[in-house]
């Protein structure tokens, strides 16, 4: 392993081990329910529905005790602080009857979710070395964190593909991915976000390798099996189909083009990489039919009231003009949206302030005046990224199947949570999107502070990456220092 | 200066600068709340008439100093003063403070009630000493009620406190001590960690393509 590499991962660790300690427990977005999906593997070997309540006895008596239930979104409401109430919950946990780890896994709606996170996390929940609850969680915790070393490593790759071995470039494009405040804070929770983030970080450097290197097999194998595993993780991963559908079609044609027997071998290469999709994302979904439950998550169910259709014309006009609205201000001959205002807000409030800081259940945030701040500086990120595209063009150097494939990635998936929260929004009422869902987006974050350091002179470079990461460390300790205040002072 | 002492001196400046920002933004923030109950104020939680009083509801474990209590008071044209006691779980009276009338409608106020003890249960009640109807908001039953401290203390102040109350409900073997060794490793050793990295990163970049083990030769 590259050392800059192995010495920025070092940091990232320590960072994801803060987030792991200090944040209480169940004040990562929906722990309780993640937890419980793996509690329910661990204990009873089967997917959350069937159980006889909707939690197990040890979990809620540990929830009951940390106030973990009352603290979302209520800044003033805290944990626990004394010696003697951590005592009563000791006491109250070591007196459950026999049964009572194993008496939840009842319905949750993250139990629609593929079953593979959680796996790990049921692994991880029998390989704890200690054996109480805490213990245990924290070092699911732990085991989920580490994912964001490959969600770094991923975000390095990704930079060497695309600007060659330039290791300033790749040191702040990992560096941005490992070091974001809000993917450690994610991950480092029991959320299946950690590997989702992961297998997305990996799956763009996979792509990026065969745009710009040619298909093989074994690159064509190895993306189209990561999709596939990233689908039997986390429904999300429906958004990485397109563009890894592309990644093959453009392999094949330039591959093809290349000698005249090259057509067969781009075509078996093509459809060995869809086996190795199949295999995995076919598991699953047979796995699922037999189990009769959903492949993806479903849309809450309400009697008389129908989801939405996409084959429905009204519906497809009326889902234009919310994602126009959530963007944009609204027009006059719009249906207004409750839940977006006179619209155009939402771009800000939720895709940029969020992914900058938006931590527990929301409800810890940066003084206002900050996101104003990380606005200024996303869209200058923008900017450089776009200048430097340019200048590669220019140059002869960009590649138009790259950024059709980064693109295709994040309409894709754009599209997935729009669709979710319209779908949301239109049977219960509530907005659905937040910040941390662009999350798996963040190894292209990092090429993009990354293309923008390449816009200075090459001598400036390593300096400019200094900046970088001394910067994001600040972030990460004033976030931290966030958390700390909001809970235990 | 050397650039070899540049490169990662970027990172270890920019950094030691941040952290001094933190330390003064955490010395100046004031914390007068010691411990909030943390109920909603949106709601009317206790009406109570003229002469009559009403109580929090439960008693509640307050695990700090405190010397104040926090309400949120009053409704246009019901802002009468008011007296604040606090119990003990043997209803022996600990602390008791006014609050003048005229506040302004459903703002929070003070009353000072003396030191009270700490990691007790302690139960607020709220008496009416005027001729308007009192109003003190909160969640359902369940008053906005905070313990307050009228000489603040600062978040730096409070750092160790912290640490202990965060190794609650961890792991058996946690105490405050990971947390203030992750805290210097933090601020001490990440930063060295990614200077090294800086310059290595430098070192590889200018040694040439041989060391590559990722990407295709530069252009």
Redesign the interface.
Known sequence: ?????A??L??VA??C??WV??V??GQVPDEEMHLQYALTLAERGELPGHGPNGFSTQQWT?EV??NWE??PG?P???????????EK?KAADAALPPGSKSNGGGYIWQGDNPPLYYGYEAAAYHASP?R?F??RL??MRVMSALWVLVTATGA??LA??I??????L??VAA?FAGLLPMVDFVSSGVNPDAMLYAFWSVAFWLGARIL??GLTVRDGVALCALVGVAFAEKSTSIALIPPMLLALAVGWRRLSRTRPQARRVATVAVLVSLAAFAVPAGAWVVTAKALDRPITNRAPHYVGKPAPQLTSIQTDRQFLSYVWQFYLPRLPFMQPIPLLGSGGDKLYRVWVSQVWGNFGWQEVNFPPWAYKGFAALSVLLLAGGAAAALRARRRG?FDLAIAAYFALAIVSLLFLLHWAEYTIMSLEGIAFNQGRYLLPLVALGGVVVAACVSLLRPSLR??A???V???L??L???S??LV??R??? | MSRRL??????????A???L??VL??AG?E?H?A????F?DEGVSAQIAPGAHACQQGAA?V??SADGVRLTLGQPGSTPPVRVTVFGADRRVLGRGDIRGGYPPGTRQVARVGALPV?QDLLVCVENLGSAPAVVMGEGPNMDV?YMRTRPRS?LD??G???D??S???????GAW??WV?AG???L???L??????A???R??LAG?D?????????
């Open positions: 392993m590259p050392a800059p590499l010495l920025l070092a940091v320590l960072f081990l803060a300690l200090i209480p427990a540990a005790a940390t009352r603290m209520a003033e409401r805290k944990p626990p602080w004394t010696n003697g109430e951590y919950w200690g109480g805490f213990d924290y070092f390095w790759l060497g593909e600007f060659g071995r330039d290791r300033p790749q040191l560096g710009r290197r150097h390593t300096p990456t200094g900046v990461l001394g910067s460390v600040v990460q300790l004033f931290l220092g700390v205040e809970y235990f002072v | 540049l490169v990662p001196g970027v990172v270890v400046a920019v950094v600068a941040g952290v920002a933190l933004v955490a923030n914390q709340i411990y909030p109950l943390g909603g474990h695990p700090t990691g905070a978040t409070l750092l406190t912290a640490f109350r965060a609650l409900f961890r792991p058996e073997w946690i990971p947390f992750l490793a933090l601020v050793v990440a930063p960690l990614l200077a090294r990295a800086l290595r990163a430098e590889e970049d393509d060391l590559d083990p990722v990407g295709p030769p530069r252009a």
